[in-house]
């Protein structure tokens, strides 16, 4: 493990070296996975690397561990709340497409949630560009694979170092560097609204995918579930497509 984290910390001081830039920064949601980036960046850039919280009507622990994770690698920080601008903006496109008469009430939970995860992105993006920083991601191999992120959201990022890990590995890394506990055994989530976990959603387990991704026998039920979401989220993972010239 300690291999592992000086191998990613070495990557990232080269990727910041190519970009030209003068450090990074990450989302910190109070999960296992933006932790162990936290820890990540602070060890590649001790003066160098920022976390940012962004509550958006944000489960009420999440926050709390979030300032546990920054204030055990001692990580520089700063909070954005984005829960009014994410109101005004939500309501006002719903009231336009009631309007209409076009507003799908179907998915408006998911919009809902979309629209925080890209609005956390542009302010992920802002604060980059005051200090020239790059914007890291969180993304495992597990979510990368399943296409469990929200395009241009999450996913909008410009590095992803721990997207070769599987979750399984995240959190045997989370321990070696003294990720607050709380944080490493919570149930994983998006916080997308009450009571949604990760699992729950996808419709399998991370040790199901974990298995699957070393080439490990599951049950079929499981493997036809991760195959059909690493089919669906190709798009995810490219860059948009154009026609032929």
């Not at 006002?92 to 009631?98: A, C, E, S, V």
Request: hydrophobic content about 35%; aromatic content about 6%; glycine content about 6%.
């Amino acid at each position: 493990m300690e291999k592992k984290v000086e191998e990613i910390v070495s990557w990232l001081r080269e990727k910041k070296e190519e970009a030209n830039v003068n450090g990074l920064l990450v989302g910190v949601s109070g999960g296992i996975d933006s932790a162990v980036v936290s820890n990540l960046i602070k060890k590649a850039f001790p003066d160098n690397s920022l976390g940012v919280i962004m509550p958006c009507k944000s489960q009420s622990d999440d926050q709390v561990h979030a300032k546990r994770v920054i204030d055990a690698c001692d990580l520089k920080s700063m909070t954005v709340d984005l829960t009014e601008t994410h109101n005004v903006m939500f309501s006002t496109i719903k009231d336009q497409l009631k309007q209409t008469g076009d507003f799908n009430e179907e998915n408006e939970q998911l919009a809902d949630a979309n629209l925080r995860a890209r609005l956390r992105m542009s302010t992920l993006y802002t604060v980059a560009t005051n200090y020239n920083y790059l914007v890291v991601g969180t993304d495992n191999a597990a979510e990368w694979y399943t296409g469990y992120f929200t395009k241009y959201g999450d996913g909008g990022v410009d590095l992803v170092p721990i997207s070769n890990l599987t979750k399984g590995e995240v959190r045997e890394m989370a321990e070696y560097l003294g990720v607050p506990d709380e944080v490493i055994h919570k149930q994983p989530s998006a916080g997308l609204w009450e009571g949604q976990t990760d699992e729950n959603e996808m419709g399998t387990s991370y040790a199901m995918i974990d298995q699957h991704l070393k080439g490990e026998e599951i049950p079929d039920k499981d493997r036809e579930i991760i195959e059909a979401l690493h089919k669906r989220s190709a798009h995810k993972r490219q860059m948009p497509p154009s026609p032929p010239q």
